[in-house]
């Protein structure tokens, strides 16, 4: 029996590239039961996702692209709740912008997967919004399967690809060719903003 299910914080802060600086909202997600957790891009405060963990083990700290936003604080909760911190090769010149000293723990490559009680995260490289953009797939927690898009696909459309090393035409085929072929009934689950479906969002960018 799969006793894995998915946790929501969401975190506030800031995102900065190319001079810029805006104020956000993450959406931060934890995948796990009563004893061991996933976290996915644990966003802007590692105080609040520590409390969140509340001392469960932690198998992986997945990133799914390395948006100063997404990775400021995840040397700070890997040093204070444990777990490897991964993430995509691709995108290794935005970690490096952000943390001088100091390297993820593995690499995320496309079909690598991850599990936790009871649950498999496949990843499933999508680059557009950065070159090493990667969302995470599970097929075991809950009546239908789960996407976690990080900033590739929101409700409403493709993520933001007006900044350095994003390319717009690149995550539509990443879209059109990796996450619309996964069921139309699967439940998105966003960086940023609220959740939707892929079949909500295929009728709106294929329609």
């Not at 969401?10 to 900065?16: D, I, P, R, W």
């Not at 198998?59 to 709740?81: K, N």
């Amino acid at each position: 029996m799969m006793n894995a299910r998915i946790e929501h914080l969401e975190t506030s802060g800031t995102f900065s590239l190319d001079g810029g600086t805006w104020d956000v909202d993450n959406n931060v997600w934890i995948v796990g039961d009563d004893s061991e957790v996933i976290i996915i891009d644990p966003a802007h405060s590692a105080e609040a996702v520590a409390s969140a963990v509340n001392g469960r083990k932690v198998a992986a700290i997945l990133l799914t692209h390395g948006h100063d936003d997404h990775i400021r604080q995840v040397m700070e909760v890997g040093s204070r709740v444990g777990g490897t911190i991964h993430l995509n090769p691709a995108d290794r010149m935005l970690w490096d912008q952000v943390h001088t000293d100091g390297a993820p723990d593995g690499d995320i490559n496309d079909g690598d997967t991850f599990t936790v009680a009871g649950a498999t995260l496949r990843a499933i490289h999508t680059p557009g919004h950065s070159p090493g953009s990667t969302c995470f797939y599970s097929e075991d927690l809950g009546e239908t399967p789960v996407l976690f898009s990080g900033d590739t696909l929101f409700q409403g459309g493709p993520g933001a690809t007006g900044r350095s090393y994003s390319s717009y035409d690149t995550i539509v085929e990443s879209i059109n060719t990796k996450l619309f072929t996964l069921p139309e009934n699967t439940r998105v689950n966003t960086g940023h903003g609220p959740s939707t479906t892929i079949g909500e969002e295929a009728v709106q960018l294929q329609g």
